[in-house]
């Protein structure tokens, strides 16, 4: 009865994740069925632990346990314990990522599954046998071996077992993209879950209906059920499940184009797994990761991530190989390397023959049809779309339908039928409207980054320029995709485009009215390229002077996009034959249009016409013309530079997100040739990736897990007490005490009795006893800062407490044996002050094993931007103010600016900004970073610097050169006092009274 007792309790633990009071539970249930000598008990009791240690991810302790108990039954002759511990070491082997092994062990288990008595675990035996052909790929045998589990638990009303293969089947469904059905076997095994309380496995259900709502087009309803999933798994404590989950989450965040979210989760997901002993899930999370960057453009992160993937073989699951084939094809397609995508799908196509992914074949179809019509084999790419969409036919993915839409209207394109391709278009932004409409408020201005959209948007665009008026009638009456989907947000950090730049609209304007002016042409405009490489016209003039909307001008609109595409200038007049796609446009009168050009890059257009055909002639005119294009083409070129620089800023900006602290790239991703954020990622709360930096956090990340004495130097503000507190989090120590104590800030005649504690009646006004600060940091970490403000008396007595680890009570008598680690800290030149006798020779040796020199953030300029971004990121959230960004001239100046107060002053000043700037752009005077400031704070120091030297002439001058005296006078610690006058370059000698006197 002890036995069963206390292995129910266990089990009644594991549902509420107390698996501390489990291992407990199931301790004593073990004592109980060793005193009874019952073996099969015992095998119970050892496989319910192993379980345990599993769910905690200590797969090697599980392992030691099962195999115990596997031999204790094999020598018992008991059937039925063989069968349980043969399922339980495959269980073991699954998480460990080794199906086969997992697929063996629980088949020689189900030989003798008829032996078991509870048919609840028969069941679960025939679910975790179909989870592995699942993982395998195998989803019509993984569905027949969840049926029997199911049935098998309906017949002895056994409803959790029961609930867990619903949702089992459900997610096969999913796999065969049947979603009605996978939506229901959610639904109700969801249903079981919370009726049984079961929270481990209630998260679970909600992850599954959020996927399969996502692929249902429904993003609202599936970040609903992601974000309560994920708030249930961090409070249980599942670190395996919330990983599942983050993964979930990331891919529907990228979907919206919230490329830095999905970024966060993944990386979240990634830190928090066992990478080793859970290689299936690690390898999903790399794929997320590698598709994340691809689609946030940091394309080479994301290739080195898939092709380290795809180089491991067999080691890697079906779906997550075929889906980085898929994303490289994709990529190459981008590039323009039609061979490479067409060879990669094709191998993705035979890894799917006969097994049902259709939505991954759908995918490989569409993508391969693009690389078979940018190679002109349009017979293949049309073969490819008619696949595709008989099977987008019988699948609900609106995802999908999505895609091949768009693929049909490019393949039209590319046909030269117009009028379905525009027919094609339509119906993918239609699509896309519906999916746009489920997105939260909240979360969808991401939708302006989302890339597909972006291009999809620049295709249906050329589309549109190609067509004429007849063709753009039929076009589907929806003229965008939607409002709820918008391809530019003028909330967005980008800069604006070069066609909105003040000083070229002046500069364009300036041109035509001179040309306008010297010729008998009636209007003109230039035109310059976009950043999508789409022509935009900038303002239109008549001769008037007046300014014409350039989206009524459709005759100026086509013949630029025409010449800017060939690079030929056109030129009508009378006694010229017009070219007949003028004619076709219905364009009357006489035109010009030069493509304006710098080298081999071209820039725009220039546009001139009249509405009657005009008699121009003479070299000298058109030579004028060409001038003035040249000149705009130099101008419009150097707007251009000029927004690209921008650019990079705000890209260095938005990279700096990725290298801060919450999205530090793990090792093994990073290519050997740009390993910087490796060492970052030992310690995430220190931000940087100077070469500095990773040297200090290199040697701190050896010593962490020692217990040997640390001295920790650098200016004030470089972060001393968070690389203390970072080394102490990964120290053995990391669950005691880590007690602070600032050695500066204690008054001289009381730091012995606050650092070493007293007796009651030490001395007046000691009523009791008092533990000194050391004793709070038995059993973990001392770190002792500003140590070099200590008197020399209180130095030796810390000497002999850091040699000994023995401490003695102000008016006590007995020692107090204090077990920690010390970390110290100062902002002096320890070294010169040991030379000086301010500090004593022997402690400084003791406490400087390890020496970490933190630099200041002026010599390591790299590291300002991360900062300052990691900040700004910071203090957004913290007040609410999500639409802030730097100015360039801001960033310039934070670059280049010294910072005396080092990062302290940077995180200063950044606060500060985020709370007293009034528009979305922070400025450099927002930051008290403008020349004016700089030079008032460097007059300041001046005065500063005067005022501080005399008070110490007048301090050293009445104590007649005595240092200690003259410190008492000034109000300062002696140590402080003799710093300052090194300072100020000041001899005491100057200040004693000379010999003969």
């Known amino acids: 009865y002890g036995t069963e007792l206390y292995c129910r309790r266990g089990d009644l633990n594991v549902l509420l994740a107390d698996y501390s009071s489990a291992l407990r539970d199931y301790a004593e249930s073990l004592s109980f069925a060793r005193d009874g000598k019952c073996g099969t008990d015992q095998c119970v009791c050892l496989m319910r632990t192993a379980e345990v240690h599993q769910l905690k991810g200590e797969l090697s302790k599980a392992l030691e346990l099962l195999n115990t108990a596997q031999t204790m039954a094999v020598s018992n002759e008991d059937a039925c314990s063989e069968a349980r511990t043969g399922h339980a070491i495959g269980k073991a082997y699954w998480h460990q990522g080794k199906l086969d092994d997992a697929l063996r062990n629980f088949k020689a288990a189900l030989k003798h599954s008829e032996t078991m ?112 999933a994920e708030s249930m798994k961090r409070l249980i404590g599942d670190t395996r499940g919330l990983s599942a989950t983050l993964i979930t989450k990331g891919e529907i965040l990228r979907a919206i184009g919230n490329y830095d979210g999905a970024l966060r989760s993944h990386y979240e997901a990634y830190d928090s797994l066992d990478v080793e ?163 939260p408020e909240s979360q969808r201005a991401w939708l302006s980054n989302n890339r597909n959209l972006k291009r999809f948007r620049d295709s249906w665009d050329a589309a549109k320029h190609v067509s004429g008026p007849k063709e753009r009638q039929q076009e589907h009456p929806s ?301 973990g970490t001392l770190f002792l800062d500003e140590i070099a403000e200590l008197s020399l008396d209180m130095q030796v007595k810390l000497l002999r407490f850091l040699e000994t680890k023995t401490l003695e009570r102000v008016g006590g008598e007995g020692q107090t044996v204090v077990d920690c680690r010390i970390i110290a800290a100062t902002n002096c030149e320890v070294d010169a002050a040991v030379k000086n006798g301010t500090f004593r020779e022997d402690l400084y040796y003791r406490l400087s094993t390890i020496h970490l020199k933190l630099p200041p953030i002026r010599d390591r300029e790299d590291d300002v931007l991360r900062l300052a971004t990691h900040f700004l990121d910071l203090f957004k959230a913290k007040y609410g103010k999500m639409n802030k960004i730097f100015s360039v001239k801001a960033i310039e100046r934070m670059v280049h600016y010294r910072w005396p107060g080092n990062v302290r002053e940077l995180q200063n000043r950044v606060e500060k900004a985020v709370l007293i700037s009034t528009g979305k752009i922070i400025t450099e005077g927002d930051l008290g970073l403008e020349q004016k400031a700089l030079g008032q704070i460097a007059r300041l120091k001046e005065v500063k610097d005067t005022v501080e030297a005399s008070r110490l002439k007048m301090a050293l001058k009445a104590s007649g050169g005595n240092v200690s005296r003259a410190a008492k006078i000034a109000g300062l610690s002696r140590q402080n006092f003799y710093r300052l006058t090194k300072k100020h370059k000041l001899s005491l000698d100057e200040f004693r009274p000379s010999k003969g006197s």
């Open 117 to 228: 008595q509870d048919e609840a675990e028969r069941g679960a035996l025939l679910h975790n046998t179909g989870a592995i052909f699942w993982a395998k790929g195998d989803y019509g045998r993984a569905k027949s071996y969840f049926v029997q589990a199911k049935k098998i638990c309906e017949a002895v009303g056994e409803d959790r077992m029961r609930a867990v293969a619903l949702n089992s089947i459900g997610s096969a469904y999913l796999e065969q993209s049947e979603m009605e059905q996978a939506q229901r076997s959610f639904s109700e095994a969801l249903a079981v879950f919370r009726r049984l309380g079961d929270r481990r496995n209630i998260s679970t259900a909600l992850v599954n209906l959020a996927i399969c709502s996502f692929s249902q087009g429904n993003i609202g309803f599936a970040l609903e059920k992601i974000e309560e």
């Open 277 to 439: 002993n859970e290689p299936l899930i690690s390898d999903t999370v790399l794929l997320e990761i590698g598709l994340d960057h691809l689609e946030a453009g940091t394309c080479t992160t994301g290739k080195f991530v898939l092709e380290r993937l795809l180089n491991r073989g067999q080691d890697v699951k079906l779906a997550t190989t075929v889906l980085a084939m898929l994303a490289l094809a994709k990529l190459h397609l981008e590039a323009a390397e039609w061979q490479e995508a067409c060879s990669l799908c094709d191998q993705a196509l035979t890894l799917l023959d006969k097994k049902a992914r259709p939505n991954d074949r759908a995918s490989c179809l569409i993508t391969l049809s693009r690389s078979y019509f940018n190679l002109d084999r349009l017979d293949d790419a049309a073969d490819c779309l008619h696949r595709a969409s008989s099977i987008v036919g019988e699948v609900n993915s609106p995802d999908l339908r999505f895609q091949l839409y768009w693929a049909l209207g490019d393949y039209h394109v590319k046909k030269g039928n117009i009028t379905e391709s525009l027919t094609s278009y339509s119906l993918a932004a239609t699509i896309a409207e519906s999916i746009a409409a489920t997105v």
């Open 479 to 779: 003229e965008g995709v939607g409002p709820t989907v918008t391809f530019w947000d003028s909330g967005t950090s980008t800069p604006p485009s070069t066609a909105e730049s003040p000083e070229l609209i002046e500069a364009s304007d300036a041109i035509i009215s001179h040309l306008l002016n010297a010729t008998p042409f009636q209007r003109g405009c230039i035109a310059v390229r976009a950043d999508s490489g789409r022509l935009q016209l900038m303002r239109a003039i008549d001769k008037t002077g007046r300014v014409l909307d350039p989206k009524r001008l459709d005759g100026p609109t086509h013949v630029s996009r025409r010449v800017n595409v060939t690079g030929e200038a056109v030129f009508t007049r009378k006694g010229l034959e017009k070219p007949g796609w003028l004619n076709d446009l219905g364009i009357e009168g006489s035109i010009i249009c030069l493509p304006l050009s710098v080298g081999e890059e071209r820039l725009g257009t220039l546009y001139l016409d009249s509405p009657d055909l005009l008699e121009v002639s003479g070299d000298r005119l058109l030579q004028k013309i060409r001038s003035l294009a040249r000149l705009a083409a130099r101008l419009i070129d150097d707007t251009v530079l000029r927004r690209r620089q921008s650019s990079y800023v705000m890209e260095l900006i938005d990279r700096t997100r990725l290298l801060a602290g919450e999205h530090t790239i793990p090792a093994m991703l990073v290519p050997e040739s740009g390993r910087t954020a490796k060492k970052v990622s030992t310690f995430p709360e220190i931000v940087g990736a100077s070469q500095q930096l990773e040297d200090v956090m290199r040697d701190a990340a050896k010593i962490a897990k020692t217990d040997v004495t640390v001295l920790i130097t650098g200016e004030t503000g470089t972060g001393k007490e968070l690389l203390a507190e970072a080394i102490h989090r990964r120290s053995l120590r990391k669950n005691a005490p880590f007690v602070v104590i600032n050695c500066g800030a204690i008054p001289s005649d009381l730091v012995e009795a606050e650092l070493f504690g007293f007796e009651k009646g030490a001395f007046t006004g000691a009523h009791k006893r008092k533990r000194g600060r050391l004793e709070y940091g038995h059993k």
